[in-house]
């Protein structure tokens, strides 16, 4: 049978292109999932598809990094699929590996070098974005979203939140009512009575 495995890493990704070339190949059945490849541990998919094929099935792969992205879970992966005498297909590198077969040298040296360069990018994307991260940092600039309320809307709740027996209003209706997130208003609250003590 011939099994395809798609995945993506982000939520914003589309799985519909892999999941064509994969039918395209002829797959009967896919398993896909979006989830990120640094880690086998949270592809439930993935492991789905290790327990479910069998002797004699062919899976089906659009990029070496749509399996892994490190050239340890590459290989891990690789073998086990062939130790239970399944073959795998790399489409965009045009690469097999076949079950049973005495995999050549350059095939498996190519499997690594592609690999590698997989596990290259991802940990240059990783190291750029922590670079950005601090470069941002050092300049003063806010990482994340923006606030949700301004200064006066914030020391509104704060007044409304202390007088609470008085005004008879609850939380949910103070938030409601100045537009300060639940969130915002309790840490401003407890950064305000460690500043008291």
């Known amino acids: 049978m011939k099994i395809g495995y798609a995945r993506v890493s982000t939520v914003g990704q589309d799985l519909e292109t892999q999941e064509a070339i994969l039918k395209a190949e002829g797959c009967e059945r896919l398993y896909v999932e979006k989830v990120t490849g640094t880690s086998t541990a949270p592809r439930k998919e993935l492991a789905n598809m290790i327990d479910n ?16 992205r490190s050239i340890t879970d590459l ?3 690789v073998s086990e699929l062939n130790n239970k005498g399944v073959s795998i297909v790399f489409i965009k590198e045009n690469m097999t ?30 190291e750029r974005t922590t670079e950005g991260r601090e470069r941002a940092k050092a300049q003063g600039k806010h ?25 008879g209003l609850s939380v949910t209706d103070i938030c409601k009512l100045t537009g300060v997130k639940r969130a915002t208003l309790y840490a401003r609250m407890k950064e305000e009575k460690t500043v008291e003590k």
Do not use: C, H, W
Request: aromatic share 6%; proline share 1%.
């Open 143 to 167: 990482m994340g979203r923006p606030a949700s309320s301004n200064e006066r809307d914030i020391r509104k709740a704060i007044e409304l939140m202390n007088d609470r027996e008085n005004n």
């Open 53 to 68: 094929v069998r002797a004699g099935d062919t899976v089906y792969v659009t990029k070496i990094d749509r399996l892994a």
């Open 97 to 126: 590996f076949q079950a049973g077969d005495n995999v050549s040298s350059i095939n498996t040296l190519l499997f690594n070098i592609l690999g590698s360069f997989a596990q290259f990018e991802r940990d240059l994307i990783v």
């Open 75 to 77: 290989n891990k992966i």
